[in-house]
């Protein structure tokens, strides 16, 4: 059985969960700045940031899957891990407008609606914002059952995210083959989990007769 922290235990651990989710952006920043991110360190940084968010979001969908197979219960950091896939998002999405196009929107303007791999990344960046806006304990109170319909936004945000990213990337190899692979499986799982659900049911009540 898994121990149980403090409160306070558990609040140093969620904050902890922030400065390391954030160490891998201030890292790479400090690279570009001081000059050691190749030859073009936006494009660089543009990347990297893009490919974190992806990675928060595999986190962000791993939770349920695996708290429901019993593997491990890590709720109480889902909204830490999804806060952070929009952090990157946002910087991401910050980089390419102020550095990549120099601020000028109409520049971010046309490719939006030029090129359809900014479409899907604008469109997943989109449905992230109204996640993260009401990802407090107010708006849980205060959107009752509506807060989780209104949280499965995640799923289609982030198909978008990993169809902008397979479109974004050149040659696939077997770095976006894993990424886009886990997403893939991550959402698929979501088909699947009212039959896991009830199979897990199904055990314990035949546990319990057992006892
Ligand atoms: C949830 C939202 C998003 C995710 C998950 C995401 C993810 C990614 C990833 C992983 C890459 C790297 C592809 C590679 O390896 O080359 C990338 C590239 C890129 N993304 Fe996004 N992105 C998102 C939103 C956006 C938005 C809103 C924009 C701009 C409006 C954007 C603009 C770009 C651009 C321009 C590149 C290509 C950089 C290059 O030239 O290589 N993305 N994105």
Do not use: C
């Not at 998002?89 to 550095?99: D, F, G, I, S």
């Amino acid at each position: 059985m898994a121990a149980k922290l403090s409160p306070r235990a558990q609040s140093s651990l969620i904050w902890g969960l922030y400065v390391v989710g954030l160490l891998p952006a201030a890292w790479t920043f400090w690279l570009g700045a001081s000059g050691e991110l190749g030859a073009d360190p936006v494009k660089t940084f543009e990347r990297f940031l893009g490919l974190w968010t992806i990675r928060f979001l595999i986190l962000t969908l791993a939770v349920t899957p695996l708290r429901d197979l019993d593997l491990f219960n890590g709720l109480r950091y889902r909204r830490a891990l999804g806060l952070l896939a929009f952090y990157y998002a946002a910087m991401h999405l910050t980089t390419y407008w102020v550095l990549d196009q120099a601020l000028d929107l109409s520049a971010v303007w046309a490719d939006i609606v030029k090129r359809p791999f900014i479409t899907f990344g604008m469109m997943a960046f989109t449905l992230l914002v109204p996640l993260a806006v009401t990802s407090n304990a107010a708006s849980i109170r205060r959107l009752g059952s509506r807060w989780s319909t209104l949280h499965k936004l995640i799923y289609p945000a982030a198909a978008l995210g990993a169809l902008h990213y397979s479109m974004a990337t050149k040659v696939l190899g077997v770095e976006q083959y894993i990424h886009i692979g886990l997403l893939v499986l991550l959402l698929a799982y979501r088909l699947v989990r009212p039959r896991v659900m009830e199979a897990k049911k199904a055990r314990r009540k035949m546990a319990a007769v057992q006892r």
